[in-house]
Structure formats: C-alpha cells, structure tokens
C-alpha cells in the first residue's frame, strides 16, 4: 500500500526497544477511574426525547476535553471557549447521525471537533465521505464476530497507542494534536519526509493491530 | 472494482486526524468512495482521535458556558435543510461532484501542452498547493519530474502507468520527494485525474520549467 521510502526503512530498526520507555510523556494516560462510561445512550435520549439533563451529562464530560484539544491545537482561550460550545451545539443538533456501530461517541466527538476547526480557524473546507453517496462502493464484508469485537477494539487501541515507540507517538500526537501535515512534521523534527511517513504507517499499523505485538 | 492502489497510510491517519489540506483531503475523500478497505482504516484514525480527545486533561470553561449552549437549543432554528443531493454526473464521487458542480463532460479545459489540459479545481494559494483536473490524450507521456512534497493523483477515467504500476478508476498514486516518474497514459481513452499537490513539481527539462512558470503547475 505504501511505496518503498528510502530513507525510512534505516530509521525504523533502530526505533523500537531502546527509546520504549518515555511514552508516558507523549500520550497522556487516561486516569481509569475517569474512563469515558457508556454514553451512547445519552445521545439516544437527545434523539428520542430532546432530553436536555442527557445533553449536559454529555457537555460536562466532553466540553472540556473539547476545549482542551483546541488549545493543544494553538486557539486561544476565548476562541476554544466559543469554540468547544459550537461543537457541543452541533453534538445535540447532529444527535440523530450518531451510529453506535460505527464508532464510540468519543469518536463521533472528535470529528466533529475536527472539522470544525477546519471550518473556523483554518478557514478551509473539510472534503469528507458522503455516507449516502449513491456511487459509493460497498464495504468489505464485515467478519463473522465483528461487532462483538467492537469494545475490545478500542481497548486494544487505547493500550496500543500507549505503548508505541517514543519516536512513533510523537508524529502522531503532531498529527493530532498539532495538527500538522507530513511536511510540516518532517520540518519541525528535521527528519527526511519518508521518515515521518514510515513512522505514521508503523504506527497506525501496530495500533489497527496489523502488526504483531513484538515487531519493530 | 476494487482499487488496487491507495493513499499511503500515513496520508490516510493523517486525513483522519485533520491535517491534510483541503487538495489533498478531497483526493482522499473522494478515493474514499471507491474503497470500502480505507474506509475502514479512516474510522481506525478517528477512534484515535477520540481517544486522545478523551485523554486530555479537562480545560475548565467558562462559568456561564452551560447557560450560553442551553439557550441555543432553547433558540434553536429548524434544523437546516439536508445538503441538497451532488451533481447528477454517475462518475464522480459525491465529494468531488460538489467541489465541480458540473459534469465531467462539461468542464472548460485549459491547454496546458500538446495533449494535456488542465482545470484549476481550487486557485492555488486556497489548496495550500494545486488542486486541478488532469486531462492527457491517449498514450502521452508526461515530462519526467520530481516533487516537493506529497502528492496524490485520483484516476477518473481511463488509465496511465508508470514505474509504480498501471493506475485505473479509482486508484490513488502517491508520490513525494523521494520519487522522480514519468507517466504515460494507455492507449485506449482519454485519462482524466485528479491531482492534489503540497508543492510544486521539479521538472527535469528546461522547456518544462517554462512551461511551469506560465502556468503555475
């Protein structure tokens, strides 16, 4: 799927052991106890009754963390503020687009913070997926047991991305948290652009569990 | 068919956290159309994104912040009509189709070379890069060049090939500073694709160059 990058392929045999012990600095762990709990059926009860004490169950956990990523993303304070209370707004007018089976709300949460930041401060448009687009090819055929799969899933992400290479969560927290491209990534570090795409697909495959847990 | 090359996955997290600019998000969303597999991968990037949004560490809001949200359910207009359904063109992905707002057949090409015409999707300075359509005659072979940056290319319809391989309807070829190609269109048809640059091509040949400063390629 990826093209032969040169310079990469050096890089990643000497990137697994010896620098695995700082990740903790790189991906904050989430505190257990505070581990997000079920919400999907908050956003059934906004859906079906436009239950409001359901909403602010939701703001109260998700606000802050909104706003939190928006400052990681370098907005300022008051723009965040404005900001994380669009994204809830529009978390209670998009209710009814949320699928359980497709993502947890978490996730959902993230996209729409996502975009929106591309809207507002990147000025830009965001191209995504049409879910409904008539041309749309099918999807591969799901697994027999995949949906039973589905929370183990995020827990295997979630433990995965916690133990990736030091070098490996730091171009994905720049791609999340700092928002940058590739070359922006490959700049900042002073690291060959195959490099930091080597890196990215090392890391998206090992948390996709498309590694096996001991490979480099 | 199912595409048989895809955006790199470094491209694709990347998509998937937000940091692609808007020319080479569209290559990708519209790539998306025709590949249920990237699909896939694009909800494994986001599930990271949630996670890492719910990893970080609470920022308080303001003290009136669940009063402001409260009245704007309170205020809230209808909900705003659903987009209205993309172009009627069949061979463009919904995303792309938006973006044109006209069929594939009606598009106003500009000659770029003996063979080749173009369309400025996006001005340039906006796409943080080129975003442009990409119309070569059959069995045309393109200057051989470099790049400064990623770039990714959309075939529509028709095929070309190149040193990476044969790249038909739906396929995405990747290339960056590490790769210098040469394309050539097949024989058969037209090939019209959709190319999304961060930087500007190196052509290896001076009249290219030139031809380069005129147009803006």
């Known amino acids: 799927m990826d093209f032969a990058v040169p310079f990469g392929a050096g890089a990643l045999r000497w990137g697994g052991a010896a620098l695995f012990g700082r990740w903790a600095m790189m991906i904050p762990r989430a505190d257990a106890a505070a581990a997000p709990p079920m919400f999907a059926h908050l956003l059934r009860a906004i859906v079906e009754r436009r239950d409001q004490a359901s909403f602010m169950t939701l703001f109260d956990y998700y606000a802050p963390r909104v706003k939190a990523y928006l400052k990681r993303l370098g907005a300022a304070d008051s723009v965040a503020e404005d900001l994380s209370q669009d994204v809830m707004f529009a978390v209670w007018r998009k209710a009814a687009s949320y699928d359980p089976a497709k993502a ?13 930041r591309i809207d507002a401060l990147r000025r830009e448009r ?10 749309l090819a099918p999807d591969p055929a799901p697994m027999p047991d995949e949906e039973a799969e589905a929370s183990q899933e995020v827990a295997h992400i979630r433990a995965a991305l916690r133990a990736l290479p030091e070098d490996q969560a730091k ?5 999340f948290y700092d928002g940058k491209s590739h070359g922006e990534i490959a700049a900042e570090l002073a690291l060959p652009l195959g490099t930091v795409k080597s890196r990215l697909r090392l890391a998206f495959r090992r948390v996709r569990g498309l590694l096996g847990d001991h490979a480099a | 068919m199912t595409p048989q090359h895809h955006p790199s996955e470094a491209t694709l997290l990347t998509y998937a956290a937000g940091g692609l600019g ?8 519209s790539h998306l159309a025709f590949c249920g597999e990237c699909r896939a991968a694009i909800v494994s990037g986001e599930q990271i994104g949630g996670d890492l949004l719910e990893a970080l560490a609470p920022e308080a809001m303001a003290a009136d ?8 359910i309170g205020s809230e207009a209808p909900p705003p009509p659903a987009m209205p359904a993309p172009p009627a063109d069949p061979t463009l992905p919904a995303p792309l189709g938006r973006y044109l707002n006209r069929d594939l057949s009606a598009i106003p090409w500009r000659i770029l070379g003996p063979g080749l015409k173009h369309f400025e999707v996006l001005p340039h300075d906006l796409a943080r890069g080129n975003l442009r359509l990409l119309r070569i005659a ?22 070309f090939s190149d040193a990476l391989g044969r790249f038909v309807r739906g396929d995405v070829a990747e290339t960056d500073d590490a790769i210098v190609h040469q394309p050539v269109s097949d024989r058969d048809a037209d090939c019209i694709c959709l190319i999304a640059t961060e930087g500007p091509l190196k052509f290896e040949s001076p009249i290219a160059r030139m ?5 803006g390629v």
């Not at chain 1, 965001?126 to 041309?135: I, N, T």
């Not at chain 1, 171009?171 to 791609?175: E, I, L």
């Not at chain 2, 912040?65 to 704007?72: D, K, T």
């Open chain 1, 171 to 175: 171009v994905v927290t720049m791609a």
């Open chain 2, 22 to 29: 808007e020319g080479l998000s569209l290559v990708v969303a």
């Open chain 1, 104 to 116: 947890g709300v978490g996730t959902w949460i993230f996209t729409i913070a996502r975009n929106l």
């Open chain 2, 211 to 215: 031809v380069q400063r005129f147009t």
């Open chain 2, 65 to 72: 912040a669940r009063e402001r949200v409260l009245a704007m």
């Open chain 2, 138 to 159: 059959p069995g045309r072979r393109l200057p051989r060049h470099g790049h400064t940056g990623t770039e990714l290319t959309l075939v529509l319809q028709g095929s």
């Open chain 1, 126 to 135: 965001r191209p995504e997926l049409e879910p409904d687009d008539p041309r």
